[in-house]
C-alpha cells in the first residue's frame, strides 16, 4: 500500500523536525515547507492527501492557506490547522473556510497522529 502524502507547513523548526520524524513513524511520507512560499510552490506541483500548517507563517498565513486551497485549487483535501493564536476568532475564521480540524499549541505528536488518521479514514 502507498503511503499516504502529507503536507506540513510549519515554520518553527524544532517543531517542524519534531512533527515530521513521528508522521513518518507514524507510515506517513512527508513534506515540509516552513513559509507560505513554498507551499505554494509545493501545491503547484503536487497534492497531498492531507496539509497540516500553522496559522501564523510567513508570506501566506495558514487561514490564506485554507483559502487557497479550498477557492483557487478547489481541492476537498483535509486540512488541520495548529496554531498558539487559539483566540476564537481565529479557531472560527481557519473552520468557516474550510478547514477540517484545529489544533492548539503545544501540539501532542501522538494526538495530531490520532487526528491525521480520523482524517483520512474519512475520505
Known amino acids: ?16 523536525s519534531l512533527l515530521n520524524f513521528r508522521l513518518q513513524k507514524g507510515g506517513y511520507e512527508v513534506s515540509l515547507s516552513a513559509d507560505g512560499k513554498q507551499v505554494k510552490e509545493y501545491l503547484s ?8 500548517s500553522d496559522i501564523m507563517m ?8 485554507i483559502a487557497y486551497v479550498r477557492q483557487e485549487l478547489n481541492l476537498n483535501i ?3 490547522i495548529i496554531s498558539s493564536a487559539g483566540n476564537e476568532e481565529n479557531v472560527l475564521n481557519a473552520f468557516e ?4 480540524d484545529f ?3 503545544p501540539v501532542s505528536p501522538s494526538e495530531l497522529l490520532v487526528r491525521v488518521a480520523r482524517e483520512l479514514n474519512k475520505t
Do not use: V, W
Open 45 to 52: 506541483r503536487y497534492t497531498p492527501d492531507i496539509i497540516i
Open 58 to 65: 510567513p508570506y501566506f498565513s495558514g487561514i490564506e492557506l
Open 1 to 16: 500500500m502507498q503511503k499516504k502524502r502529507l503536507l506540513l507547513a510549519e515554520d518553527d523548526e524544532l517543531l517542524a
Open 78 to 80: 483535509p486540512i488541520i
Open 97 to 100: 473556510l474550510g478547514a477540517n
Open 103 to 105: 489544533i492548539s499549541k
